[in-house]
């Protein structure tokens, strides 16, 4: 399907790997131009390497939690017309009150919540101007699933959708749409850092902790298999195409089964 953005100008957080990877790799094939940017600076050089994009293909290093690198984002990108945020963090885990300090939640708000809000506010204005623009940020299963070793994930996600929602209705009329994906247990190196806690703590293999996970955690995830970066990648690539110019404000589920409830 020609999704009819060839040409248009792409900017994707979180690009190391994963999920940006994935997505670059199909907007580069719709003939998008990219700016890449990751925290990683190896990891982004490497993923720009494995895309092969030449020079429809930029890299910035920053780290988005900082004014500096925010302002550094903003002067290499310019103008665009589409922004994809993936990144973000799982955060500190283990019992909301007890485990979890005050600043492991401030960690997982500036990560995953403030920096979208940084990127929305540095690009979407312009987007607005210019009568044309798509954004897509990642969010969790967690935001209609909470589980409770997860508190600071689960909030910040949550806030994150709740400013897409509000965002969404007030920019779609000048033709920005703004949206999200919700994932689940994608294979990623986040969730590999997961299973690998889980397979030293249970004193087994990878692919052990994976499957007592499934089991134990996510019995509702029918397919019973982590996700791959390039079927959340699949969805992302629509919202960001001019097909999906009647798609406002929703949040897409690619989770395997893994959400029970009909909302959100």
């Known amino acids: 399907m020609d999704l009819k953005i060839k040409d248009r100008k792409a900017l994707i957080t979180g690009a190391a790997g994963g999920m940006g990877e994935a997505t670059a790799r199909l907007l580069l094939e719709e003939g998008v131009h990219l700016i890449l940017t990751d925290i990683d600076g190896n990891g982004l050089s490497q993923t720009a390497d494995r895309l092969g994009g030449g020079d429809r293909c930029t890299t910035v290093v920053a780290d988005l939690t900082l004014e500096e690198g925010v302002k550094k984002v903003a002067e290499a990108a310019g103008e665009i017309d589409i922004l994809v945020h993936t990144c973000g963090v799982t955060g500190a885990k283990g019992d909301p009150l007890e485990d979890v300090s005050i600043d492991d939640y401030r960690e997982a708000f500036e990560i995953d919540f403030l920096t979208g809000v940084q990127m929305a506010r540095c690009f979407v204005p312009g987007m607005r101007q210019r009568g044309w623009g798509r954004v897509v940020y990642v969010t969790s299963e967690n935001v209609a699933q909470p589980y409770s070793d997860e508190a600071v994930y689960n909030a910040a996600k949550a806030a994150l959708l709740t400013f897409v929602k509000g965002t969404a209705q007030l920019y779609a009329i000048d033709g920005v749409c703004i949206n999200s994906v919700a994932p689940a247990f994608i294979a990623t190196g986040m969730t590999d850092g997961m299973m690998d806690k889980r397979a030293k703590k249970l004193d087994a293999s990878r692919e052990e902790a994976i499957n007592t996970f499934l089991n134990e955690q996510r019995p509702h995830l ?43």
């Open 222 to 264: 029918v397919l019973h298999r982590r996700g791959e970066a390039e079927e959340v990648a699949a969805v992302i690539a629509f919202l960001c195409s001019d097909r999906a110019s009647f798609v406002v404000g929703a949040n897409y589920r690619v989770d395997g089964g893994s959400v029970q409830t009909i909302d959100l």
